[in-house]
């Protein structure tokens, strides 16, 4: 895996800057470095389980923007999407390289469907002992797509990059309505 991508990453999370705007950078080099059509963060409280897609980077304007406010997601959410559910379980991140081959174990085709739109997706759970506190996103349209070796190897070491700003995010919006 080269580390070059990985120390880009590593640089714009701790610069200093508000947490939001690291957040911010980091989905810009995170999309275009696995060549994503589309790469979101939910953030989330694990203490009131209530969470938001708040930061989002598109390839283009034509791709969906899926940002939304606060949601609760410990009732429906997780009854309804099983990688939700997989991601409050703290289970490993999960790679798709197609949905509409994942089997319902893995996926609920429809709700994904419905909601995201999107081919191929990876869940990337973003954990402290076992608390959910934010999902990574990248994903492609139109068509399916192999999350290769190194792929993988970089996301996974991506997650823990992004957790402590991810808290420090979280911790500085305070009590979430």
């Given at each position: ?13 701790t ?8 957040l ?51 009732g ?34 429809e ?15 973003i ?44 911790r ?6």
């Amino acid at each position: 895996m080269a580390t070059a991508p990985l120390n880009e990453l590593a640089t714009a999370l701790t610069d200093g800057r508000p947490p939001a705007e690291r957040l911010q950078r980091a989905l810009d080099l995170v999309g275009p470095h696995l060549r994503a059509d589309r790469c979101f963060l939910y953030v989330r409280d694990p203490t009131q389980g209530r969470g938001r897609i708040a930061f989002v980077w598109r390839l283009d304007e034509a791709v969906p923007d899926p940002r939304h406010d606060w949601q609760d997601d410990t009732g429906e959410l997780p009854r309804e999407d099983p990688l939700f559910r997989a991601a409050l379980a703290a289970q490993p991140s999960v790679y798709v390289d197609d949905v509409t081959e994942a089997g319902p174990e893995v996926l609920n085709q429809e709700f994904e469907r419905r909601t995201f739109g999107h081919r191929a997706l990876v869940h990337a759970h973003i954990t402290e002992q076992g608390q959910l506190w934010g999902i990574l996103q990248p994903c492609v349209f139109g068509h399916p797509r192999h999350w290769t070796a190194a792929e993988r190897g970089y996301l996974e070491a991506a997650v823990p990059l992004l957790l402590p700003v991810v808290q420090e995010y979280m911790r500085g919006l305070g009590k979430i309505r």
